[in-house]
């Protein structure tokens, strides 16, 4: 992966989004298709190695987006690249230096405050790199199960009684490795039963590329189920191994069910879709960000990140905002890009972001208000009589306000971009 396509991947990796995506396996961050390096071969060409690549990649981006699009980071990530990753030269040196540093990014990322750790294995977790991106792995498993199954009663006491009764039991780090991992796998096990058991019952017989699902906010009577399927399947699996790469404008259909939880009887269907001009669709989830104190309304996202990797690439996280009125759902909000990253090859310094910001302002309990959105922008570029390699930054920020019009929050054109 290069510096570029890194810093192109500003998705919005929102807590508690898992998304079970089918792709190929040795896929990684970036277009296999157009691997020209040793290094992107060799990557492409090992599947541990593709998912490591794409693991740091989300964990990178999460990082840069939990200290606010830090240029510290960023030079890190580059400086990590030079001087450690591409003087690899053997894949298990790259498994290796991946590791290294995932584990390195995801210290921030524990379930619980290390500087209220008191426990032995609190302290064990919080000491140790691979403790803590296990405990994180397994944090996310356990919140997107529970936001998706309706026994959550029972996931709350199986989960303690098995911090209690097996994690809290471990002496060491090899214990702690060992059942943080196999419990995280049983979850996800479980999270991957329920999504083929659903499909199962309601018949749907498409080829499901990505798939999420959530009890209904308030509601464990009711059960939202997104699937996401692409018309052309078969075309775009053709593609992605010809040599021009995928084809581009593949359309995204996004069927959502609301579902009784016990019969699984179909109380709604409506259908939306995503046409994106990239090259590839990195993720479809359901964002579970609780606006019910500002809006009302039980309100859910659903974000969608496209990327396109090349000289003059980019990369785009939208979400659609979908109110739960009544027993059905509804559209208020059509398409705004959360982040947006351009690059190109052969510099380290011409590229752009722009990350936006949404919130429901007012007094609780105003059914629909307005909607502001805060922009951040960034643009970097070379110096022409500067150092090589030192950029000339520059930030603005700017503010929109959306009003609702009785159906729905028109959204400007510019911001779906």
């Known amino acids: 992966m290069s510096a570029q396509n890194l810093l192109k991947h500003s998705l919005l990796f929102l807590s508690g989004i898992f998304v079970i995506c089918v792709a190929p396996a040795n896929a990684a961050s970036f277009n296999c298709a157009k691997a020209k390096t040793d290094i992107e071969k060799l990557i492409c060409n090992d599947s541990e ?5 794409t693991a740091l990649a989300k964990i990178y981006v999460k990082t840069r987006l939990s200290i606010g699009d830090s240029d510290e980071v960023d030079a890190a990530e580059r400086d990590w690249l030079k001087t450690v990753r591409d003087k690899c030269g053997t894949a298990d040196c790259l498994k290796s230096a991946y590791h290294a540093r995932i584990n390195q990014l995801a210290r921030n990322f524990v379930s619980f405050d290390c500087e209220k750790a008191k426990t032995k294995v609190e302290l064990l977790i919080c000491g140790d790199d691979n403790l803590q991106y296990g405990d994180m792995q397994l944090a996310q498993a356990y919140r997107v199960l529970k936001g998706a199954s309706n026994q959550q009663g029972k996931l709350i006491v199986d989960q303690k009684s098995w911090l209690e009764q097996v994690r809290d039991k471990c ?4 214990c702690l490795l060992s059942t943080i991992s196999q419990r995280t796998d049983a979850l996800r096990q479980q999270w991957t039963g329920l999504i083929a058991s659903t499909s199962e019952k309601l018949g749907y017989t498409k080829y499901v590329f990505y798939s999420d699902m959530m009890t209904w906010p308030k509601d464990p009577s009711r059960t939202l189920v997104m699937f996401a399927t692409q018309a052309s399947a078969a075309q775009a699996s ?5 040599d021009n790469g995928p084809k581009q404008d593949e359309d995204f259909d996004l ?3 609301v579902i009784d939880s016990s019969s699984h009887k179909i109380l709604q269907h409506g259908t939306d879709s995503v046409t994106s001009d990239a090259i590839t669709l990195n993720g479809v989830g359901l964002d579970r960000t609780d606006y019910v104190p500002r809006l009302g309304a039980p309100v859910f996202g659903i974000t969608t990140s496209h990327s396109h990797n090349g000289c003059a690439g980019y990369s785009k996280g939208s979400i659609r905002l979908y109110v739960a009125s009544g027993n059905s759902v509804k559209g208020i909000l059509s398409e705004i890009a959360t982040d947006v990253s351009t690059g190109m090859c052969q510099t380290d310094c011409e590229y752009g972001s722009s990350r936006r910001d949404l919130q429901f302002p007012g007094p609780a309990g105003q059914r629909y208000p307005d909607l502001f959105i805060h922009e951040k922008h960034k643009v ?3 110096t022409p009589k500067g150092p090589k390699g030192i950029c000339k930054t520059t930030y603005s920020q700017k503010e929109y306000k959306l009003h609702f019009d009785g159906i729905q929050y028109p959204v400007p054109e510019g911001l779906d971009y």
Do not use: V, W
């Open 238 to 242: 053709a593609a992605e191994n010809s």
């Open 255 to 257: 069927d959502l069910y």
């Open 171 to 174: 002496d060491d780090k090899k």
């Open 49 to 53: 190695l593709g998912e490591l690549d």
């Open 380 to 382: 970097a570029e070379d």
